[in-house]
């Protein structure tokens, strides 16, 4: 399975709202609603922020909201803040039993 | 709270063996459903290695299956990677993980780079 399509980068201001996308095929996110998001800094392991679409693991902020249409998701980040700063990957779990991740994206706070 | 925490060799030979543990603590190893292991290569993104379920079952990136063993030991709560025939390739920091909610990964280890060189 090859890797699920995103932005390199996103940029935006303190509370300006921004999307990053994730692109797969029918095979992952077109086939399952098991899409899931992760919020990785530098050196540290990487975060859970959103599973199964649209859920949000308990503690995690509801600035952080998801979606899909078809064979494609978005996680919205809405009142951007600095430590939002970091790269996103989103995660489908598709056939042959396996997952795919995304090709990740640097979240830049102006 | 589930706790992982990954150790190996930080070095491995090229055509060599790639061996990682992830020590589990704060819950049972049987009682969570599946322990899986992703990598990311220096400046790439993520790619998931593998999971196995406490009752044995085993799903491995189609990638990496000809090389790939997993395994666990419930009585020590470890379970444990095994990458045949490595080459530079194989250079990552590597994470287990795993979850309580469905299809995803909410516990994480802090990682390990292993560098495969001569």
């Known amino acids: 399975q090859s890797a699920l399509t995103q932005p390199a980068s996103v940029s935006g201001s303190p509370g300006q709202s921004i999307t990053i996308s994730c692109t797969g095929t029918?095979?992952?996110?077109?086939?399952?609603?098991?899409v899931s998001w992760y919020q990785h800094h530098p050196g540290k392991a990487p975060k859970l922020i959103i599973y199964d679409v649209t859920n949000r693991p308990s503690g995690v902020s509801n600035r952080f909201s998801g979606s899909k249409s078809g064979d494609s998701a978005s996680l919205t980040i809405s009142g951007l803040q600095s430590e939002d700063e970091a790269e996103y990957y989103c995660?489908?779990?598709?056939?042959?039993?396996?997952?795919?991740f995304g090709t990740g994206t640097k979240v830049t706070v102006l | 709270q589930v706790q992982l925490q990954e150790s190996g060799p930080g070095l491995v030979t090229p055509s060599g063996t790639l061996s990682l543990t992830c020590a589990v603590s704060?819950?049972?190893?049987?009682?969570?459903?599946?322990w899986s292991w992703v990598r990311q290569p220096p400046g790439k993104g993520v790619e998931f290695i593998g999971e196995?379920?406490?009752?044995?079952?085993?799903n491995y990136n189609p990638s990496l299956t000809s090389r790939l063993t997993m395994s666990l030991d419930k009585s020590k709560n470890q379970f444990f990677l095994i990458l045949n025939s490595v080459t530079a390739a194989d250079t990552a920091v590597y994470y287990c993980a795993t979850t309580s909610v469905s299809y995803s990964w909410n516990y994480w280890g802090p990682g390990t780079l292993v560098i495969v060189s001569s």
């Open positions: 196995m379920h406490h009752n044995g079952r085993r």
């Open positions: 029918s095979s992952d996110i077109g086939a399952y609603n098991y």
């Open positions: 704060g819950g049972s190893i049987s009682n969570t459903n599946w």
């Open positions: 995660s489908s779990y598709g056939n042959r039993i396996t997952y795919v």
